[in-house]
């Protein structure tokens, strides 16, 4: 392997951490993470779906193995550094985005970048508990510059989906917090833009908790962004209802049959 082909190679696998790859694969699921999340939890799907899917999760900077890097709150370049190390994995595959939270807005932002400046698109987008992006005034909170520690914990808390000795670990919350914080900087980012003139044309599916009250108010302003289906569920629990397990097995089989539909549809 030539040494450029090499350091290609060692900066995709930082980006995108893929546990349980499947050469055989006919599809790549690309998974993008919530705020203040990591790769590891939606890198452990590709462990129970099919082999005809190939799961990998983005790692962004400034945590997990990159934890020596800088945090980084500008949106294009964290599109950039993602769509270079996605193009040599989703080249010549069908593949899908699945974001939640704040993953859902960089994945969004992800598919709108690669079809603008490489004519690809995913054969279905998947976002799961997110504000549609007109809904600013709903999420004024997330871009509140002013807000304390103290008021993001408990924000956090209301979420649902955030261990309780963190929040109550002053300490271990001093060291999350600059990761929080280049997040909500992330998201006030991608939802203060004027909407893009870019309109997608593949199929849309919303996920959301049924306690998740604002959100469920508001899902339904994501059928702007696309001319394809939008379909959206609603599964029991609150932001983080897909951690209950049962969830997590349907919204895995959801995806795994969803893409092999659109796969015979293209075809």
Known sequence: ????????????????????????????????????????????????????????????????????????????????????????????????????????????KTALHLKEKHKLEPLHLFLSSAFSPQAKAQIQILIDKALSDEQICHYLADFGGTPMNFLEDKELRQQYMPIMMADVNIVSRCISESPSKTILSCDLTCFRGSEDIDIAKDTEGWKDVTTGSINIHELPGDHFYFKNPANEKFIKNYITKCLEVSSLVDF
């Open 1 to 108: 392997m030539e040494k450029g082909d090499q350091a290609g190679k060692t900066r995709n696998e930082k980006v995108l951490n893929c546990l349980y790859k499947k050469p055989e694969a006919i599809f790549k699921l690309i998974c993008f993470p919530w705020a203040g999340g990591g790769s590891t939890h939606f890198a452990k799907w590709g462990q129970d779906t099919q082999d005809l899917l190939e799961v990998h999760a983005i790692r962004l900077p400034g945590r997990e193995s990159r934890t020596g890097e800088p945090l980084v709150t500008d949106i294009y370049q964290i599109i950039d550094e993602i769509t270079c190390a996605m193009l040599p994995v989703i080249q010549g595959k069908p593949f899908a985005l699945f974001g939640h939270s704040m993953g859902a807005y960089i994945a969004f």
